[in-house]
């Protein structure tokens, strides 16, 4: 899990810091990290439903956390890189709230 939460920490100190919801979108590779990380999610719900009827260590279930939170980050760092020219940047919901703070 170190490895983890070394790559993440990596990852994650070059990008901005978020002030909105990310869609799961933008180029094709930041978008299949996306649907990984939906995987990844999905998993750590069955262990905890798992857990719920049988005795479970809890390592399982913090390593798929932590695995769906470095998808999330890959996913801003390939949507940067760009790869297929089709992107670059994250793609944002847009909010009402967003709207009116930006005078848009």
Same mark, same amino acid.
């Given at each position: 899990?170190?490895?983890?939460d070394?790559?993440?920490? @990596?990852?994650?100190?070059?990008?901005?810091?978020?002030?909105?919801f990310?869609?799961?979108?933008?180029?094709?590779?930041?978008?299949?990290?996306?649907?990984? %990380?939906?995987?990844?999610? =999905?998993?750590?719900?069955?262990?905890?439903?798992?857990?719920?009827?049988?005795?479970?260590?809890?390592?399982? =279930? @913090?390593y798929?956390?932590?695995?769906?939170?470095l998808?999330?980050?890959?996913? =801003?760092?390939?949507? %940067?890189?760009?790869?297929?020219?089709?992107?670059?940047?994250?793609?944002?919901? @847009?909010?009402? =709230?967003?709207k %009116?703070?930006?005078?848009?």
């Amino acid at each position: 899990m170190l490895r983890l939460d070394e790559a993440l920490a @990596q990852h994650n100190a070059n990008l901005p810091r978020l002030k909105e919801f990310i869609l799961p979108a933008g180029t094709r590779s930041a978008a299949i990290a996306h649907v990984c %990380r939906t995987v990844a999610r =999905r998993a750590e719900r069955a262990v905890v439903a798992l857990a719920a009827h049988e005795p479970v260590n809890v390592a399982p =279930r @913090q390593y798929l956390n932590r695995l769906s939170d470095l998808l999330f980050v890959l996913a =801003r760092v390939l949507n %940067r890189a760009n790869l297929d020219g089709l992107g670059g940047d994250d793609v944002y919901w @847009q909010s009402e =709230r967003l709207k %009116r703070d930006t005078g848009e």
